[in-house]
């Protein structure tokens, strides 16, 4: 970091940028691909948990806990898979490497789509397939973080990064709206079976990009080296451990919020599923509204105004504590919608101006591990709290573990943090025991 030892001041002036600007990284054709591969995808990966979740809850031996067993089977590969996928991806050919993850999910949704169809899905087969799933999700996402620096130039990584979150937000909601029409009409089994095609386009569009910028490799080195080397740029940089560490905490209260206490007061307090569904919508909707704010925005320090715009997803959480009206909590859900993707738009884009791009998918993959691991703590932990303490009890420690993320604002490596708009790479730490300065 040019500035980690606090030499010049802080400012807070941001520069504007005007849409069209923005949509003319469009031009670029592999920018153009990877928009439109997220809205495809994650048109698709809106519909796939919808279908899956009523088709398993339909099988014979099915209902919420066979249904738990399958979203376990999913989750838990994206997390122990995520640091080996990390290594893969800095070591191969990240664009390959992505055509395969979603040709992976493309085949693994197309196979449930036939179990469904024929009448021959099962709990232990759709966990089965739950689990490949979840292992190509976990290849996915480190190795896509690593690609775009690889096909955009530095002053192109904002514009890329909200370009891409603008798709995949758009495409998941109308995906969530989509799945819910699909299952009814045709079924969960022709409905993954759209979702499986959507993959597969995908990994069409991902097969004709082409990247700017290669990467030295040594593959003279072990899995286990390359672990080791990543984690030795992960934790160089305390910018980047710090904020990682306090989400990890932070995301356990979120995930908590969102998935348990905030259905069990609409469900206690409000009117139920609809209540709740009207703040969720308007959490999306924030998070649209949130990428285009981050578009038009060039903080010079991006992490002051991340962290200082990450807190505010804790509004909705606490006007679930009285609790105030569906109305304000949801006003406050399209606040937080805003904020978080304000902070994931600036938060990606430094990590990709600033950490070497040969370990760019490593260090993301720790990353994402950290921000994940500890959160199906918090959705088995929430039950019983409520059950115990009442669902408020439990929406104040929400509150008090998302408010650990407030911590990060005090270090001065991170309020002054300095966008990186030139075509200069950052420093990899040596691969030895030799010592340099982190960035």
Known sequence: MSDAAGIEPPKDAATARSLAQDLQVLRDPNVLRLVLSRLISDLGSGIGPIALA??????????????????????????????????IADRGN????????????????????????????????????AIVGGLATALFYPTHTGLIPQ???????????????????????????????LVAA????????????TYGVSALLLVGIRVQRTLPRDETTSIVDELVHGWREFT???WVWLIVVTFSIANVGSSAAFGVVGPVIAAT?????????FVLAAFSLGMVVGVVVAM????????????????????????LVPPLTVIAVAGGAFVGGVAIDVFEVLWQTALQQHVPQESLSRVSAYDYFGSLAFTPLGLAAAGPIIEHWGARTAAIICVALMSVQL??????QIRRLRANDSAAPPVALPTGDGLVAPD
């Open 94 to 129: 990240r664009v390959r490497l992505l055509v395969i993850a979603e040709a992976v999910m493309a085949l693994t949704w197309l196979v449930g789509a036939a179990l469904f169809v024929t009448g021959h899905a099962s709990v232990i087969a759709m966990s089965a397939l």
């Open 296 to 319: 038009k925005i060039r903080p010079r320090h991006p992490l002051l105004i991340a962290m200082t715009a990450s807190p505010l997803l804790m509004l909705p959480v606490l006007g």
């Open 407 to 412: 911590i990060a604002l005090f270090d001065p």
């Open 186 to 197: 045709i079924g969960s089994g022709l409905a993954l079976g759209i979702n499986a095609l």
């Open 151 to 181: 096909v955009v130039n530095d002053d192109q990584l904002q514009s890329t990064n909200a370009l891409i979150r603008l798709a995949s937000n758009i495409a998941s909601i109308g995906g969530v709206a989509l799945g819910g029409l």
């Open 236 to 238: 160089a940089r305390r």
């Open 269 to 277: 307090s409000w009117d139920g599923a609809k209540s709740w569904g």
């Open 54 to 87: 009523f088709g398993v809850l339909a099988l014979p031996g099915g209902g919420p806990t066979g249904l738990g067993i399958v979203l376990f089977c999913a989750g838990l590969p994206r997390v122990a898979f995520l640091l080996f996928a990390g290594v």
